[in-house]
């Protein structure tokens, strides 16, 4: 009698307290609440990221297309990126080398604890002394971790910034689709050092694609977040590459210069390390005035 009376309070918790979760409800491009209102306010990756820790998932990617039965696939994107990786939903793989830092991970939307609590498997390879468990609830969501003893040692709640994907981007990259369309993204005048006007249309679009200047054509804007690789840089870098799928080495790089909210300078010179605060930049090689 006592294991049907435990079965039935089980059944009956189990359906008051877990819900299915409705992919709908939860598509889109999410960021960690602490890097979003740090870059919200900066503009700057390099003020920004000290915001979390920088093997932690800083971006999240929820599509509903990336759902089969009850598998879902969630792309991801830490600040220890290395290079540029393919905006696309699997692991990048170079010289058959699995780069852990951007990717994707599988849940199983069936496997939750009753309070709506999936295990989340550990994507990035540096971190075996946690487990992670990811909550959809309120249309929010939160990962908290969890070391050997089964203490919390951190939770970080994820803001939406987009609930829709274009047609001809469906899975972004989420830290590259944040960063580029709060540093880059609009529609521009550009000038060079002379002050000539070389377009009085550039358009950087969501996915990176530039239009409407030759100097640049067909080329994706890609605003680096790749700040801890190497001694730490004091400058900002924006990259111009022939597609999402290359590494670094294969664009070619200007130093980034936000001057105020609607100007842009871009600059040849070699990115200055913390060691070279007292080389000044030369003479700005292209400016983006926004429209």
Not at 58 to 76: A, D, F, M, P, S
Not at 246 to 271: A, H, N, Q, S
């Amino acid at each position: 009698m006592k294991n049907i009376i435990l079965i039935l309070i089980v059944s009956f918790y189990n359906t008051t307290f877990s819900q299915k979760l409705n992919i709908l409800e939860v598509e889109g491009i999410w960021i960690a609440e602490d890097f979003y209102n740090s870059f919200e306010k900066n503009k700057s990756i390099l003020k920004s990221k000290k915001a979390i820790y920088f093997n932690f998932p800083v971006g999240l990617r929820i599509n509903h297309t990336e759902q089969k039965n009850e598998i879902l696939n969630i792309g991801y994107s830490n600040l220890h990126d290395h290079s540029i990786h393919p905006e696309v939903s699997e692991y990048f793989i170079v010289n058959k080398d699995t780069i852990f830092e951007q990717g994707s991970y599988k849940i199983n939307l069936n496997e939750n604890d009753g309070l709506d609590y999936y295990l989340n498997p550990k994507p990035n390879s540096f971190e075996h002394e946690f487990e992670r468990y990811i909550s959809f609830k309120n249309n929010k969501i939160i990962i908290y971790h969890k070391n050997s003893n089964n203490e919390k040692t951190s939770v970080t709640n994820y803001i939406k910034i987009t609930s829709k994907f274009d047609d001809n981007y469906q899975y972004p990259n989420p830290l590259y689709y944040y960063t580029r369309n709060r540093t880059l993204v609009g529609n521009y005048i550009l000038k060079d050092s002379t002050n000539k006007v070389l377009s009085e249309s550039l358009i950087i679009k969501p996915n990176g694609k530039i239009i409407g200047a030759t100097l640049f054509i067909n080329k994706i804007a890609h605003y680096s977040t790749d700040v801890y690789c190497g001694p730490p840089w004091i400058d900002e870098i924006v990259l111009f590459c022939n597609s999402h799928e290359v590494e670094e080495k294969e664009c070619f790089r200007y130093i980034y210069k936000r001057i105020d909210e609607k100007t842009i300078f871009l600059y040849k010179d070699e990115p200055r390390y913390e060691r070279d605060t007292l080389i000044k930049l030369g003479k700005e090689s292209y400016q983006l005035i926004k429209h």
